[in-house]
């Protein structure tokens, strides 16, 4: 479909997914690995960037997970679980925790326990370790609200998911300069 031109599909209501997923990847976000204790007592770790606030009194937010995720469908679903934001310097933990084998990704990584174990990575710009306050079923994906328990925030910046692909923000002007 060419810019500038306008598609609402059959009858002006059927969506093709591909007009759905070009036109909702024009958003940016940033980009997080969710995480969480597998029954075992191993860390599970998927990229997500479905992240955003949603109440402040309690403190809230939520995630977008696929029902074929592993996090939900082979683990259940977690009765806590971490957000963390991945800084810019961190595209390869992107790809490592959506592209590499599930029991691969932990591998070599730094990582540290947070509130009720749930794995924090280093490096990240910040962790929100949560626990489940619900979890809606819409369409094919689940929308998980958490409730934050703890925060951990380090000096950096977020890597930014657009257009399927990854940027960094531009620096901002020396404010400190004449
Ligand atoms: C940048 C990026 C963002 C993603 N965001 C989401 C998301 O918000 N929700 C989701 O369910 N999957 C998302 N995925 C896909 C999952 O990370 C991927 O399917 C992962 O393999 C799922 O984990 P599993 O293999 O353990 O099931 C994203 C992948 C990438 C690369």
Redesign the pocket.
């Known amino acids: 479909m060419s810019v500038g031109a306008m598609r609402t599909g059959e009858k002006g209501h059927a969506v093709s997914p591909a007009d759905f997923r070009a036109a909702c990847g024009l958003f940016p976000s940033g ?1 997080t690995v969710v995480t969480r204790r597998s029954p075992d007592g191993g860390a ?1 770790g ?6 955003t606030s949603v109440s402040l009194h309690p403190p809230l937010i939520l ?4 029902k ?4 939900v ?2 683990l259940g679903h977690p009765e806590y679980f971490a957000v963390n934001i991945l800084s810019e310097e961190q595209q390869d933990l ?2 490592r ?3 590499f084998p ?1 029991k691969k990704r932990f591998d070599g990584l730094r990582w540290s326990e947070g509130w009720r174990g749930v794995p924090l990575i280093d490096g990240v710009v910040a962790s929100l370790a949560c626990s489940k306050e619900e979890a809606i079923e819409a369409g094919d ?1 689940y929308v998980l609200v958490g409730r934050v328990k703890e925060i951990r925030q380090h000096p950096g910046r977020a890597l930014v ?1 657009c257009e399927s692909r ?1 940027h960094c923000l531009p620096t901002p002007p020396d404010s400190t300069r004449d």
């Open positions: 980009v599970y998927m990229t997500v960037s479905s992240f995630v977008c997970i696929d074929r995720a592993g996090l469908l082979q992107a790809v925790f959506s592209a599930e994906h998911w990854y």
